[in-house]
């Protein structure tokens, strides 16, 4: 069902804690469309969870069988795509330390995703060594599997072109791919790893439940941050939460209708972006801007449209909630998957860095 054996798309998530609306919009989606014509890799990145809680090891233990349910609650199916863990997999950290020679320690420090995090997580200076190097250790995660296609939420994009750069220095130093190559002809002139393409979802960049931050800009929907709706959250959690989000204080403010802003309210993005009836959106966006509706009544209709879309997500997941031991087999099998790939890029990228000395075999049992 496969296209090629070579059409790969690798994504995956960190695990901490459960998949929300965000990630449905921002990448479930996309890989649900493309698990029928592409080879999927699905990384649960495990050792990124330890970049801020190091000391919980437990919890990330059970946020790795969290995110293998909700992707089985979704749709994906062990048997067309591979979901596994990234510890697992030993060929990544190989390929990181490689890849860490090829990149400057000031470009990573510059990559602006790395300075939202530690903004909005609220890191200051106490993250570790291991906190930038997670975003070296991604391009490892993907180019391991040499993909074609990313599918990511736009956060990740600052990601993506470090591993662009990472393919392209590894390409020329390693397999002689001259740099005027145009980027989509990297592999036909005898680099090891292609140039990989982004693939934004839907939305590129849902938005949290919670209040604008420090800069005035609502927040992303983020597993970290308190601020979102999980795929697993029951009727009465989706009620109390979307009842309670933020919305604009202005609107309550407001004396000249015309000062009413939907674009200030995530109520109208979460319509937008979940409520199929665009016509009931467009009404009622035009009766809030003229003080007609209120707060109140969006919201409800908001609450009976998430549990429309949560609710066959919710009963799947119920399911695998009940067989632990599917899930891991699940990620057994996927991660088996996913070495037989790994170990075969960094056996080339070996070759290609003259540092093959000895054939290997990995075994997972
Ligand atoms: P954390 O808060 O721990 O960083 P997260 O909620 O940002 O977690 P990740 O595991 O970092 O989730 O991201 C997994 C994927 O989901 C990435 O491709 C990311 O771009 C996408 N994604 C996460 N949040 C959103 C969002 N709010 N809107 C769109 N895409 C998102
Ligand atoms: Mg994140």
Known sequence: MTTSANQRILTGDTPTGKLHLGHYVGSVENRLALQDQYDCYFIIANKHAFTTRADRPADIRQSVIEIATDYLACGIDPNR??????????????????????????????????????????????????????????????????????????????????????????????????????????????????????????????????????????????????????????????????????????????????????????LWAFHETFNPETAWVDEHRDMYKNGKVGDVAVKKKLIEVLNTLIEPIRNRRRHYEQRPDEVLDALRIGTKRANAVAEETVQLAKQAMKQDYFPRELIIR
Do not use: W
Request: aromatic share 8%; charged share 25%; hydrophobic share 35%.
């Open 81 to 266: 795509s591979t979901m596994f863990i990234q510890s697992e997999v030993p060929a990544i950290d190989e390929l990181t330390f490689f890849f860490a020679m090829l990149i400057p320690f000031n470009r990573v420090m510059r990559n602006p995703t790395l300075k939202d995090e530690i903004r909005d997580k609220e890191l200051g200076d106490n993250y570790p060594f291991g906190f930038p190097m997670y975003a070296v250790g991604q391009c490892a995660d993907i180019l391991a599997f040499r993909p074609e296609l990313v599918p990511v939420g736009e956060d990740q994009l600052p990601h993506l072109e470090m591993t662009r750069e990472v393919a392209r220095r590894f390409d020329q130093i390693y397999c002689g791919v001259d740099p005027q190559t145009e980027d989509k002809n990297y592999v036909s002139a005898g680099g090891l790893f292609p140039v990989i393409q982004p693939k934004l979802g839907r939305v590129k960049r849902l938005v949290g439940l919670g209040a604008p931050g420090p800069d005035g800009n609502l927040l992303k929907m983020s597993k970290s941050l308190n601020n979102a709706i999980f795929l697993s959250d029951d009727a009465d959690t989706v009620q109390k939460k979307v009842m309670g989000m933020y919305t604009d204080p202005k609107r309550l403010r407001a004396t000249d209708p015309g000062e009413t802003d939907p674009s200030k309210n995530p």
